[in-house]
């Protein structure tokens, strides 16, 4: 049951990448049916699995001996515990939503059934990151989400800068990669073993200071694949592709595999304080600077995707806090994953009718227009900068509340990063539903068919329920308990205190960019005369220009310098060395006739010659 | 079947195309092909037939030769060289079909001459990894030079005689320190035991003092480090790769290489133990610098074949780093490597073969948006590619993994830069894809490349499929390999260095 899970979309994939245009008029209805049914097994799975008491409800299921060589045993085995299946239905679920808005938002697109292949591609890869029950074999999925992120990110590929942008994103999470190899490296010649279990089991008898080294390795891996700093470049140029795929992968899905990979290797983190400060460092200035390039963008999806490093920095931030913090980063991930997606599906409805144009200078008064639209989008724009009893609100303020009881400085961040939300967020909103319009002529905005709006207004309804549901009816921190470990949480500020302080601090942020962006006219043009931080902002906080000017510029020089050296010096070198030779043999060349072949054919000739004396010989 | 009668078909093959009248170009193909197919069936049922208890050698045949010398027609495999005589049997005639058209009658080459020569080229191919007596490997591994010389020369591009001198130059020179070594070989076994040998088991249990091991190593392992090719001794194989056809680079990186390599696992470390550990440092720290040279260089380039050459030198470069580390993930991952990197380069150059066929270039700056106008075609680039940077799920990714593991217990400073070569791996690949392959179409682009024909997927969707199998279960080779490679370090005596915690094995697999 457990491997249908990733057969059903493996094989959407497969029939479609392989059957071609045949399947052109029906193949979008396959990878539905495909992702769906899926969702249709996790369901089952998931009903079986409460049928279970808590300690049995964790299966395992060997498939085959993947690799084998002396002490380094591989086996291809997958393993569905409590902590896998929120991933499996939140994967299926939001996975099989986005399909179906597809089939509305690629419906003219030329190479729609490639779209859809690349899709359950996804879905298979995704779902074998999340059921493995090792970690080589989870690395198999790991860059089987970054092969189908860089092939839908790059979909439309004669676009240049979207080829570029997936070539860069595959490249940066390359990085990250390392990471995760060393990690594994480091696992099996500290522990012997690379299984979950096997690790969980000896991390306790390992030397502290590889334990933390693995952390570290761990924490650089997570660092690519969710876009936390210093590895966050490439999300905002991701948003070149489709507005689906950013919702599916560079939202719900593919970018929080950091937080389950950090929460899934907390055998490790429990053990060494500094990898768990290093997350939590590591979560709290992306959470900072997510929020921060928010701020300023005018491109409505390169905001949402500011918006993601952000949150993402918050779950990654919870799952540093350890025991206390790894259930609500689980949590924040989920209700995230239902209120993130319906903001892109919102933000690619709002494209849809604006011809895709992108920019939010250019939107305005949209509520009037797009009504369904303007309603799934600001429900989920109140899940997010925490309204209760919205979703955002019970996970986000759990995290909050876990972090001052870690540190005061943390809880400070958590905080000031949640008044920022609520300022990008309320831009974003007024931007494009309120105040007057600012469209481009022609642009005639209209709402979105009903295949499009139907998963919006689902994904909105999980955006307004998602929290209390996962809360108080699933019990989720008693759900994954048995993965995670009991948590003793310290609460240095009672509830009642910070819950109001929190609301305050959104409040002020949403009304700071309501008056300035509702109830002043928004300029068609970016103004140019802006603070040094809005520029900064602008400029992704200057990330690409660090990489570029750290990493590419040297690169290419020293790469040129090498291919140089390589025709001057070394084969130079040889190649003088032979000219000298040559230049002194010229003479005795006379007497040659020059032919190589002739050279080689007398050597065979010679060669056959005296094997031919030798055998007579023997006889 | 025997070694010598797999040996015996594609020579038979051979003189037969060769012998055609003139003029029947089409009857040449079909014969050639005929026999490669026979030959790549024969090897693969003897690959199944191989008794995976046994670590030694198998299908043993022995001829007495030349008896004054100890010489003699020695033949058999272990789990090593079987796997590479079935790649390079496999291979043959899927480079025949993709390569169909490739050569024209010209001047001196013809039609039948290439296909002829190509089969030549095979009978030495697997007599090079089979061959149990030493003085046999090396007339083999000097006779391979023949038939490629005249592939690269008579069929190549307009460079073709500048770079078939140069591969034979360096070939020879090669060749001649090994010769020199071979004879100083045989004399200390002509010492020690009485009477000299160059049977290779015989020369595996001698006890040669260390001085003279360092001396002896020296001379064998500058021949494979030519043919490898390892830094600095590689400037040969971006010409002669860039030079010949697609068919002969791939045979030539493909499989002939790969003798550089098998030399150093199959003679270097069983005959000179002490020399191999004594040097092991050094080729390691070599092996790193190729990793990184190679991979520079590949960015550099500006023609795709020299940059898939150039990749290759990265790659010679992990192999040789799993072998010289001991380890036996390193040994089996090195030797999977060997495969996995015939298979995966041979795809890339016979893809970049269909395209330069179409386009009349193999320059990167001549292409653009080809996937707009033939997107299977660029699809399978891409799969190739995707290959080359050892993307999990696909057989490249297994090996290179196994030889960073294994390199890792042993040497991890090594293992940890070479694992930053696969972020380099990833850039000189997709680059290449997005320079040749996205955007949109040039009128040239648009008016030549067509999307892939049905010969050429049927040579190039084979390959595909082996490299997504032994990605998923790569243990059927890897069952082949391991009892050779555990044999090996019994040989040098050197074992697995045990984890820092031990007595958990038993927890492997799941709870199922």
Redesign the interface.
């Known amino acids: 049951m457990t491997a249908a899970l990733i057969g059903l979309p493996l094989l959407g994939a497969t029939l479609l990448l392989l059957g071609g245009r045949r399947t052109n008029t029906w193949g979008h209805f396959l990878a539905v049916a495909m992702s769906a049914s899926s969702f249709f097994v996790g369901v089952a799975l998931y009903i079986q699995m409460l049928g279970r008491s808590a300690e049995e409800r964790a299966v395992g299921q060997h498939l085959f001996d993947w690799i084998a060589v002396g002490t380094f045993n591989v086996p291809f085995g997958l393993h569905l515990d409590q902590l896998s299946m929120c991933f499996v239905l939140l994967i299926t679920g939001v996975g099989t939503l986005i399909h179906i808005y597809s089939i509305g938002y690629m419906e003219h697109d030329p190479n729609r059934r490639r779209f859809f292949a690349y899709l359950n591609l996804f879905v298979a890869a995704m779902l074998l990151l999340v059921l493995a029950d090792n970690y080589l074999l989870l690395y198999v999925g790991w860059e089987g989400v970054g092969l189908a992120s860089y092939l839908l990110i790059s979909f439309w590929q004669h676009k240049p800068s979207a080829a570029v942008a997936g070539k860069k994103a595959f490249i940066v999470n390359r990085v990250g990669d390392v990471g995760l190899s060393l990690a594994v490296m480091l696992m099996f010649t500290t522990l012997g073993t690379v299984t979950f279990q096997g690790v969980a089991d000896a991390a306790g008898q390992g030397p502290s200071l590889k334990i933390t080294l693995i952390g570290f390795a761990l924490l650089l891996a997570a660092c690519g694949k969710s876009a936390q700093f210093p590895l966050q470049s490439w999300l905002l140029d991701a948003m070149e592709g489709p507005t689906p795929v950013s919702a599916l992968i560079h939202a719900a899905t593919m970018v929080t595999a950091g937080v389950y990979l950090i929460i899934r290797a907390h055998a490790i983190f429990d053990l060494s304080q500094d990898a768990r400060t290093a997350v939590v460092v590591i979560g709290a200035i992306t959470l900072l600077l997510g929020a921060f390039i928010g701020t300023a963008k005018d491109d409505i999806k390169k905001g949402l995707a500011g918006s993601t490093m952000s949150q993402i920095g918050y779950m990654i931030l919870a799952a540093g806090l350890g025991p206390v913090g790894y259930v609500f980063a689980i949590f924040h991930l989920l209700t995230h994953g239902l209120f993130k997606a319906g903001l892109f599906l919102g933000a690619g409805s709002v494209m849809h009718g604006m011809h895709d144009d992108v920019n939010m200078r250019h939107y305005g008064a949209l509520r009037t227009s797009m009504k369904i639209t303007y309603a799934t989008f600001g429900l989920g724009f109140l899940a997010i900068i925490g309204i209760p009893p919205f979703a955002g609100f019970w996970s986000k303020d759990e995290i909050i509340s876990a972090a001052f009881g870690q540190n005061y400085l943390v809880g400070l961040a958590t905080l000031i990063g949640a008044g920022v939300t609520a300022f990008y967020m309320t831009r974003m909103m007024a931007m494009t539903f309120f105040g007057e319009s600012r469209w481009e002529d022609g642009v005639h905005p209209h709402e979105s068919s009903t295949v499009m709006t139907a998963p919006m207004m689902i994904l909105a309804v999980g955006s307004v329920f998602g929290g209390l549901l996962l809360k108080f009816v699933g019990d989720i921190e008693a759900w994954l308990e048995p993965v995670t470990g009991v948590a003793h949480p310290t609460h240095p500020i009672s509830a009642a205190v910070l819950i109001p302080v929190t609301l305050l601090v959104v409040a002020s942020g949403a009304g700071y960019a309501w008056t300035k962006y509702a109830q002043r006219p928004v300029p068609v043009v970016a103004p140019t005369d802006v603070s040094i931080l809005t520029r900064a902002a602008r400029a992704d906080a200057y990330g690409d220009a660090i990489n570029e000017a750290v990493f590419m510029r040297p690169g290419l020089h020293l790469t040129r310098a090498l291919t140089w050296f390589d025709a001057k010096g070394i084969d130079g070198t040889i190649g003088g060395v032979s000219a000298a030779i040559g230049g002194l043999s010229a003479r005795a060349r006379r007497l040659q006739n020059g032919y190589t072949r002739s050279y080689a054919l007398t050597m065979l000739g010679g060669a056959a010659l005296i094997a031919f004396v030798l055998l007579l010989a023997r006889l | 079947m025997s070694l010598t009668a797999l040996m015996l078909l594609p020579l038979i093959g051979a003189v037969v195309v060769f012998a055609l009248p003139a003029g029947r170009d089409l009857l040449a193909k079909q014969v050639a092909l005929g026999f490669g197919l026979v030959v790549a069936v024969a090897a693969v049922v003897m690959g199944l037939g191989m008794d995976k208890s046994n670590g030694g050698l198998q299908y043993v045949e022995k001829y007495?030769?030349?008896?004054s010398f100890g010489i003699s027609w020695g033949l058999g495999v272990d789990g090593i060289s079987i796997v590479l005589i079935v790649m390079a049997a496999v291979m043959v005639p899927l480079v025949f079909i993709a390569g169909w058209n490739d050569v024209e009658n010209a001047g001196r080459g013809t039609v039948k001459g290439f296909f002829s020569l190509m089969l030549l080229l095979e009978v030495f191919m697997i007599g090079v990894f089979a061959a149990t007596d030493l003085f046999l490997f090396y007339v083999f591994f000097e006779a391979m030079l023949?038939p490629i010389?005249?592939l690269i020369?008579r069929f190549g591009g307009p460079q073709r005689a500048y770079a078939a001198?140069k591969f034979?130059?360096y070939s020879l020179v090669g060749g001649l320190f090994m010769l020199a070594a071979l004879i100083g070989l045989y004399v200390v076994s002509a010492r020690e035991l009485g009477a000299g040998t160059f049977d290779y088991t015989a020369l595996t249990q001698l006890h040669i003092d260390p001085a003279t091991q360092k001396m002896l190593f020296l001379g064998f392992f500058f021949a494979f480090a030519v043919k490898a090719p390892m830094v600095?001794f590689h400037?040969w194989l971006p010409d002669a790769a860039a030079e010949s056809t697609p068919g002969t680079a791939t045979l030539l990186v493909g499989v002939l290489d790969k003798v550089g390599t098998f030399g150093m696992i199959h003679y270097l470390l069983p005959i000179f133990p002490d020399a191999s550990k004594y040097f092991a440092p050094a080729i390691i720290t070599l092996a790193v610098i190729s990793i990184f040279?190679g991979a520079?260089?590949a960015?550099?380039?500006s023609d795709m074949m020299r940059l898939v050459a150039f990749s290759s030198v990265s790659h010679f470069g992990f192999i040789v780093m799993g072998i010289f580390a001991f380890?036996?993930?390193g040994l089996?991952?090195s030797t999977l490597y060997m495969v996995n990197h015939g298979f995966s380069t041979g795809a890339l150059f016979l893809v970049v073969g269909y395209l330069s066929s179409r386009r009349g270039s193999k320059n990167i700056a001549d292409f653009g948006?080809v996937?707009?106008v033939a997107?299977?075609m660029a699809?399978v680039f891409l799969l190739a590619g995707?290959s080359s940077l050892a993307?999990?799920?696909m057989s490249s990714?297994?090996s290179e993994?196994?030889v960073?593991?294994?390199t890792?217990?042993e040497y991890?400073q090594a293992?940890?830069i070479a694992?930053?070569g696969?972020?380099l791996a990833?850039?000189y690949i997709?680059?290449m894809?997005?320079r040749t392959?996205?955007?949109?179409p040039s009128q040239e682009v648009s008016s030549t490349v067509n999307e892939i024909s049905k010969r050429e997927l049927v040579a190039i969707v084979p390959i595909i499929a082996i490299i997504i199998a032994f990605g998923?279960?790569?243990?059927g080779l890897?069952n082949i390999i391991?009892p050779t490679?555990k044999q090996v370090q019994s040989t040098v005596q050197v074992v697995?260095?045990?984890?820092?915690?031990?007595g958990?094995?038993s927890?492997?697999?799941?709870?199922?």
């Open positions: 007495s030769w030349i008896p023949i010389y005249f020369g001198m034979l130059l600095p400037t040279y520079l260089l960015i550099g380039q380890t036996s993930q089996s991952g948006g996937q707009k997107p299977i699809g995707l993307l999990p799920g990714f297994v993994f196994l960073l593991v294994g890792f217990s991890p293992a940890n694992t930053v696969i972020v990833a850039f997709l680059w894809y997005q392959m996205t955007g949109e998923l279960f790569p243990q890897l391991n490679t697995d260095p045990a984890p820092a915690v031990q958990l094995a927890t492997e697999g799941s709870g199922s």
